[in-house]
Structure formats: C-alpha cells, structure tokens
C-alpha cells in the first residue's frame, strides 16, 4: 500500500490543529465517530471519513472487557532517544505527531472496549520479562522485546506462537507478513511486528545522498538508477569516486577530506544482505538451512572486501575522532555524496541547510532481481505474549488484532505521511525510494539466532585475511550443530 499518495482526514486534523483522531467501527464496515482530546487540550477533533485502503474489514466481535487493563511491558527511551514509542504516550508527548496518534489509537481502543492500556517502560525489560516469567508471575499481558532477543527466550518456553493466539489474524495485512515468510520456523513465530509498531520502519536502512554535492559534480539521476533498477554497487562506487578528493593535498585520506561513501568495517554485513544474500533461507515445508555455500555468495564476500578497503573512496567511521557523530558531519557539510545509514538517522539531517534525497540500498548488479533491506531485529522491538498470561488471553488477542488493525490509520499513516514523506523527507522522489524500501524488507534467521557466530564472521571480513569460502569451511560444522539445537525445540515443541 502506497501510503504517500493517500491525504486522510486524520492527516488534515494532525496538520491544522494538532490534534489526531481516528476512524473505524467495530467490524471495521462503518466509520465511528471517536472524539480524543490530546494532551489535555479542551479541542477535540470528530473524523466521519473513513480512510479506503485495500485491507480487509476487522472481523472482531463487539466486547466489553468491564475497564480491565491492557498491561504493556516496553522499553524506557532515553531523554535523547531518536526513537518513538509504539505504545505509551504522556502529555509531555502533546503535539509530537506520531505520539498524537499513538494517543488517539488507543483512546479509540479503551472507549470501544472498556479497557485501560498500561504501558510500564523498562531501562531492561528482557531481563524483567526473564525474571517475571520464570517467577511465574503473571506481570503483563504484553511485552515488546528486541526480536533477537525474544526468539531466543522463546527456546525456554517464555512466548505464546502467535499461529496459536485466538482471534490474531495472521495473514491480515496489519501484521507483517515479511517476518513470517523469513522467521516462521515450522509454522511457529514468537514474535511479531507489522502495524501495530513503527520499528521495523525506524530499523531498516537506506541511503542518504547529498544533493547538492551530486549538483555541483553533475552526478545523474540516480532516482531514475533506483526505479529502473540500474543503481547497483558498482554505480555507488563510480559515482562517489567522482567527488572523492584529498581536499588540504596532505596525502592522507582522512575525515578533513572529501569522500564518495562513508560507513564502517563492520557494516559489510549489512551490504551482504542487500546484495540479495541470506545467511539462512526456510525452504517450502519451513526448515531452515544455511545458504551461504555457493559460488555467488564467495564472488559477493570477496568484492567487498575490495569495496571496503577503497579508502580513498570509503571512509570509515572507526577511523573518525567522533566516529559516526563524524560521519554525519561530513555528510553535512557537503562532503560527502553517498551515506548509507538507518531510517531513524533522518532526524539528524531535517536541520541540514541543503537538501538530501533518500534512496535504497543498491543491487549487487542488474542480475539481481530486486532490493533487499535487512530488518535490524538485534535492535528492533517486537510484540510477544507471555505464557503466564492465561487469564486474560482472549481479551489480550482480541485488543491485540484490535490495535494492530486501527494502527493502520493512525500510527502508520501519522508515521509515513508526516513524519517521512512531509516532515523529513525533502522531496516526492526520496517517498518513492521509501515505497521500495519498506516493500523489500527482509529478516534473516542466521542474523538472529547467529548459529556458530556466523554474523561475526561477515562483520570482519574487510580485514580478515582468510576468504569467506575458507572461513565457512571452518565453521560449518559448528553452525550445523547450534542450528540444530533450535531445530530439535521447535520440533518437540508444542508452545
């Protein structure tokens, strides 16, 4: 769904009054007036329009939970935390636009349901989940996890499978099918995303170019590269070496120069991935196996080592004084043409004097048959339900299916709209390149459960002497085996 090019009534009254509401009834057939009055404000906003998409309508019955609580384990975000809560909202957040619409979601949620959502925000919450759920103590009803994390507790019998939770539709479009295609061992998946948060937006990646560094070198459209499927590694590098130069004649290439690509060492990785590689697929009957043993995968390791080791194109950022503060600075100061990054990095460029567009990562070569772009499930928060939840199961399946479907209108759109496409982003084209983007996410078993360390292994291989070929030669038994433990618990296993 091509969010960006839908203007909703919801974005109208978050642009001209501050203030966000929501549409939809139960049934989701006919839309609900709902009146929310954000951040104690007396100016309250009434949405009649229903928003048309191509979702189904929310087949949930009519329910009266008698002002029970939804109670939410999350993350404690720091005073300077880029990031945005999925769930908690306070006064303080007032007129933060996606906070706006995590207000008026939930508002919708309690006044429909006569329910309460508590969030409780933890500096640890996967130690207080460990420590509540071994203790047995039925503390929450939800947690939100780092999706590494949580696969990983999931081995200890501490989640529900969400293919087991009544009333959870799981092939509706408001959950992510993308994490079910590429984690769903066996027709088990203990965690989940879609658009009941916005991580898995906020943790993908993309990349930043200057433009007026590309104006000033008559770079060409490399929007056009990105649509026509033509904007390949090999173009980033060719094109950065254009504008890459020994600025103050020193000899040395360092962060007083200008440069074609800047990143790190250790974001090879993440470059392996985009150039269409997985470190472990599922086949048709959903069992994992490592597909990191072909001719491709070693051409693909070897060619970045290369990459990586073109310093007078690439600088990296363990090389900076300030690291990746640095690397900003030298994107920003137009020195730089090419930044690959996060999402989330947006923020600090909306203060940039001149303009960047945004694009996605680039193919390995014009063979590749589309983007790819690794969700960061090490940082990225997902959505379990713990097995001491047993009382209040069906109630939490049911607001669960409930918010997930109303996020759609709300969160989402507030973040996609107004956030990216209005707020941040600086033109139409740098929404079309987040369109591919958020189209084309993946997520990776190996990079999850990092079976016989073998993400490490692609996180040095711009200095590791030995070939990744050799590399996996020595490592492929000890891989096997770890996968092989998961493999016999989620076979045993009926949770």
């Not at 939100?144 to 200890?156: G, Q, T, V």
Request: hydrophobic fraction near 40%; charge should be negative.
């Amino acid at each position: 769904m091509n969010f960006k090019r839908i203007l909703p009534a919801f974005l109208l009254l978050c642009t001209v009054m501050g203030t966000a509401a929501s549409c939809g009834g139960d049934g989701g057939t006919q839309p609900a007036e709902t009146t929310a009055a954000v951040g104690g404000e007396d100016t309250a906003a009434i949405v009649t329009e229903a928003v048309t998409d191509d979702r189904p309508a929310l087949d949930l019955p009519e329910a009266d939970f008698g002002g029970e609580k939804l109670r939410i384990l999350g993350y404690e975000l720091g005073v300077d935390c880029i990031h945005q809560y999925d769930f908690y909202y306070d006064e303080a957040s007032a007129g933060d636009l996606i906070a706006d619409a995590i207000h008026a979601r939930n508002m919708l949620i309690e006044e429909r349901y006569n329910c309460t959502i508590e969030v409780t925000n933890d500096k640890a919450p996967a130690t207080t989940a460990r420590n509540s759920i071994t203790a047995g103590s039925d503390d929450f009803d939800v947690m939100e996890l780092y999706i590494n994390n949580a696969m990983s507790m999931a081995m200890e019998g501490m989640f529900y499978n969400w293919y087991d939770l009544p009333t959870v539709k799981m092939d509706a479009p408001w959950w992510d099918q993308a994490i079910q295609r590429d984690l769903a061992m066996f027709d088990k998946i203990y965690v989940m995303t879609g658009d009941i948060s916005v991580y898995d937006e906020e943790l993908n990646y993309c990349v930043y170019f200057n433009k007026k560094v590309a104006n000033d070198f008559d770079i060409p459209d490399v929007y056009q590269m990105a649509r026509d499927k033509t904007w390949t590694m090999a173009q980033m590098q060719q094109l950065g070496k254009q504008v890459a130069a020994d600025l103050n004649g020193d000899g040395i290439r360092d962060e007083n120069d200008q440069f074609g690509i800047l990143s790190d060492k250790g974001m090879e990785f993440l470059f392996y991935f985009t150039c269409g590689n997985n470190l472990v697929t599922l086949d048709d009957e959903g069992v994992p196996y490592f597909s990191v043993e072909s001719q491709r995968t070693f051409d693909i390791c070897e060619y970045l080592v290369e990459y990586f080791n073109d310093t007078d194109n690439m600088l990296w950022a363990s090389k900076c004084s300030e690291t990746w503060t640095t690397i900003d600075k030298v994107f920003m100061e137009n020195r730089n043409l090419f930044r690959p990054g996060s999402i989330y990095d947006i923020v600090y460029y909306r203060n940039m004097e001149h303009d960047f567009g945004i694009l996605p990562y680039p193919l390995y070569d014009e063979n590749q048959e589309d983007y790819y772009h690794l969700i960061a499930t090490h940082v990225a928060p997902g959505i379990c339900v713990p097995t001491t939840n047993v009382e209040k199961l069906d109630m939490t399946c049911h607001l669960l299916e409930a918010l997930a479907y109303e996020s759609r209108d709300t969160v989402t759109k507030a973040y996609y709209d107004l956030n990216l496409y209005t707020k941040m982003a600086r033109d139409d084209e740098s929404g079309d390149m987040l369109d591919i983007i958020f189209s084309t996410k993946r997520y990776d078993l190996g990079f999850v459960f990092n079976w016989g360390a073998i993400k490490s292994q692609l996180e040095v291989i711009a200095t590791n002497t030995k070939s990744f070929s050799t590399v996996w030669d020595s490592k492929k038994s000890a891989c096997e085996k770890a996968m092989q433990e998961t493999l016999d618990f989620y076979m045993s296993n009926d949770y």
